[in-house]
């Protein structure tokens, strides 16, 4: 079992950033594959960003593209999800998943992972 606990949550205005981190039980990076996934009230879960098991590559959702930014703290097994110029449909819970496979196709699906985080509330308003 992997344990995911995420970080960073809060409140912030429009434009502002936050910083989220997804923490794992244990060194997981060459094993997993990391999705954040995003879900607002009454919608379904949406892809934010994933990178790839064994330092793959990077995706980002349409909409988020060139706002966020991924990176990584191995020794730490820690990932981190930068949101700049956050916009008020940003807003949501914001979880993070592992899972073991590669490829666009299964990052991008929240059906494909097998472990998920409690979530962390991102909320931006004036």
């Known amino acids: 079992q992997v344990q995911l606990v995420e970080s960073g949550g809060g409140l912030v205005q429009p434009g502002g950033s936050l910083r989220l981190s997804c923490a794992a039980s244990?060194?997981?990076?060459?094993?997993?594959?990391i999705g954040w996934f995003r879900q607002a009230p009454g919608k379904e879960r949406e892809f934010v960003a994933s990178i790839e098991k064994s330092g793959g590559s990077s995706w980002y959702g349409d909409s988020v593209r060139g706002r966020f930014t991924l990176s990584t703290d191995n020794a730490k097994n820690t990932v981190y999800l930068q949101m700049n110029r956050l916009r008020p449909e940003d807003t949501g819970v914001y979880y993070c998943?592992?899972?073991?496979?590669?490829?666009?196709?299964?990052?991008?699906?929240?059906?494909?992972?097998?472990?998920w985080g409690q979530g962390t509330q991102v909320t931006v308003s004036s």
């Open positions: 244990a060194s997981t990076s060459s094993t997993y594959s």
């Open positions: 998943a592992a899972g073991l496979f590669t490829g666009w196709g299964a990052l991008i699906r929240p059906s494909s992972y097998m472990y």
